[in-house]
């Protein structure tokens, strides 16, 4: 049986970098300054992370992306 994995895909104001981890698949926590090329990690990770972890096999991974910004106004 396939799975479809959840993997959270938050903006670090303070470090700059979009950071990537995952409930759904244990040990998946990777960040870059690129969120496209930090999900094209992910897709790299994802299957031996999932293989290692003895979960069923990926059908697909969905994303969700958050970035939140706090703008002081003088």
Avoid: H
């Avoid at 979960?55 to 994303?63: E, H, T, W």
């Amino acid at each position: 049986m396939q799975k479809e994995y959840q993997v959270r895909v938050d903006y670090d104001n303070d470090a700059g970098v979009w950071i990537a981890t995952s409930d759904d698949i244990v040990g998946l926590v990777l960040e870059d300054e690129s969120p496209e090329y930090l999900m094209k990690r992910v897709t790299e990770a994802a299957p031996e992370l999932i293989r290692l972890n003895n979960l069923s096999a990926c059908k697909a991974i969905n994303f969700s992306m958050t970035r939140n910004e706090r703008v002081v106004i003088a």
